[in-house]
């Protein structure tokens, strides 16, 4: 068609005026990367550099004191032996199990019930005020009524990281279905589109963007509350690891509890991402930093 | 295309009596008052008025998405129950699906039909062509420009072969050079794939350019003020602008929206099909 021809040729001479400028630019541009990762590689190793003569002169600040602060050395040491250890794996296997069954339990929730409160009245009217009740109510305080009602003490820290995890993705999922535009709604029923298609093809895409970010602050929420309630009830698991080392005053292995904890959530974090990426290749986020 | 329409047979629209109002009970607005007309079948309308004079509201009822307060409207003798596919509406912008390729998207309608994805495909293949965006299939939405936007919303409209074509707008958010550009490119089209059209406007040079009958509008509540057909020939270019008949015309119209050259005080939009969004550049990097 020859009417498309003035928005093609004008993308054309873009791409023609170009070549010769962008090897200078792509090679600056290389050049700023590698200054970046130097400039951050540089702000973690002084935060490790002060927290090395923090520990080891055992220096008192008053309120706080770093006396009983292992230093970083004695904590890679520590770190090398639990990484030889076999009871690593059970640690791993038993919290990556609880944050998979709690997550995904969840997850499963929360887009469910958010899909159905974010687009029809009676789930909206009938589900939300229950819901609404339990909300404010932190997960670390479902604590003791759920050892009380679960037999198992497996089934009480699967439940308080689903309640962690849940509420985020059931109001984000809302949030992100109530975000759909009315107009897209009207085009796709014009087009044809069911009540039960719409939630597939127009509904839940709609929703994803903001899903994702549910997800993704669940699933922060969800390794909290894993390890508030490993701390209280477990024999494995890295929380429990962590609070052990401090009832046998194992100082070094709290730190390398922590990281290994701090480490999980990031690797999580970073799939949550990843399966978002995946999921939404038409998403480009706005926005920039300068 | 595979098919191509000759005369349309299909898509006589009559409107009779009809009232809408807007709001909750009791504290309703009447936006569209006393409105009777009718469309032949393949004809070309276009309803001109001003701002909030219930031109989209009058739309979303012929589509199935509004329910009159009284009157009825029918399309070939049959009353108006719900959305469907053979009444096709077509909105100014941001209402492709984004997450979907430009091909998905023209393919919904058959998809939904329970068409198999090979034939759906190919029926968006040739539609595509015809609306000169071949090349631009694995696309997203928001990789094309306003103009190649809507050029996809007409493709995906078309597939279903409506009998009926309501466009609110449709080249309302485009620049001036893009939208004379897309009504020349609707009327290329609509001379292939024959419908019946209704197509609302506030620009009067796009409905004398486009209609073969245009019907203006009062402010709310919206009534008819005006009917005239325009007897300009087919095929339309741009020298149809300036000619004699068409200044008198565009003059008269002129007179019946702002008469004594006065402009109407501002009514407030309603958009009973929601608004188009202000943060809409989201998805149009």
């Known amino acids: 068609m020859t009417s498309l021809q003035p928005s093609l040729s004008l993308a054309g001479s873009v791409d023609t005026g170009s070549p010769d400028l962008s090897p200078v630019v792509a090679s600056a541009a290389s050049g700023w990367a590698w200054a970046r990762l130097a400039f951050q590689a540089g702000g973690l190793l002084l935060c490790v550099l002060i927290w090395h003569v923090l520990a080891s002169h055992r220096v008192p600040l008053g309120v706080i004191t770093f006396a009983n602060v292992p230093p970083p050395a004695e904590v890679l040491a520590t770190a090398w032996d639990l990484a030889q250890s076999p009871k690593l794996g059970q640690h791993l296997y038993s919290s990556l199990l609880r944050i998979f069954f709690g997550f995904g339990l969840a997850a499963l929730f929360g887009i469910g019930l958010g899909l159905l409160i974010g687009r029809l009245r009676w789930a909206h009217d009938g589900l939300l005020p229950p819901l609404e009740v339990l909300r404010p109510i932190p997960a670390v305080a479902w604590i003791p009524l759920s050892i009380l009602m679960f037999p198992s003490s497996e089934g009480s820290m699967i439940f308080i990281t689903f309640i962690g995890a849940l509420f985020p993705i059931l109001l984000n999922t809302i949030h992100g279905v109530e975000g759909v535009s009315p107009r897209l709604i009207a085009s796709a029923r014009s087009l044809g589109c069911g009540r039960w298609s719409l939630f597939t093809e127009v509904i839940a895409p709609g929703a994803a963007p903001s899903i994702v970010t549910g997800l993704s602050i669940g699933m922060g929420t969800c390794w909290f509350c894993l390890v508030t309630a490993e701390m209280i009830s477990g024999q494995f698991g890295i929380g429990y690891y962590t609070w052990e080392s401090y009832t046998v005053q194992n100082y070094a292995a709290i730190v390398v509890g922590m990281l290994v904890i701090g480490a999980l959530g990031m690797g999580s974090s970073a799939l949550i991402n990843r399966f978002g990426k995946l999921l939404m290749p038409w998403y480009q986020p706005q926005g920039g930093r300068s | ?285």
């Open chain 2, 1 to 285: 295309m595979s098919s191509p329409a000759s005369a349309a047979t299909l898509g006589h629209i009559d409107i009779d009596h009809l009232h809408i109002h807007l709001g909750e009970p009791g504290q309703s607005l009447e936006v569209v008052h006393n409105v009777s007309f009718t469309v032949a079948a393949g004809e070309f309308v276009c309803l001109l008025g001003p701002s909030g004079c219930g031109k989209s509201t009058l739309l979303g009822a012929l589509a199935g998405h509004l329910v009159p307060s009284h009157g009825s409207i029918r399309v070939d003798g049959l009353p108006i129950s719900g959305p469907h596919p053979e009444r096709a509406l077509v909105f100014q912008q941001h209402t492709l699906f984004p997450w979907k390729r430009v091909v998905d998207n023209v393919a919904f309608g058959l998809k939904m039909k329970g068409v198999a994805r090979d034939q759906r495909q190919r029926q968006a293949h040739d539609l595509l062509n015809l609306v000169g965006l071949e090349g631009f299939e694995n696309h997203y939405p928001a990789q094309l420009s306003g103009g190649m936007q809507q050029r996809v919303e007409i493709a995906r409209v078309l597939i279903n072969y409506p009998r009926v074509m309501l466009m609110d707008e449709p080249f309302g958010a485009l620049d001036a050079q893009t939208r004379l550009m897309m009504q020349e490119h609707l009327l290329e089209v609509w001379s292939r794939i024959r419908t019946s059209i209704v197509f609302i406007t506030h620009d009067i040079d796009e409905a004398l350019f486009l209609a073969d009958r245009i019907l203006v509008m009062s402010p709310r509540p919206g009534r008819i003020i005006d009917e005239r057909r325009l007897g300009f020939g087919r095929p339309r270019d741009g020298s149809l602008v300036t000619s004699a008949r068409f200044i008198e015309l565009k003059r008269h119209c002129l007179e019946l929206l702002h008469p004594g050259g006065k402009h109407p005080a501002y009514l407030e939009r309603l958009s009973p099909l929601g608004k188009v969004p202000a943060n809409a550049s989201s998805f149009s990097v």
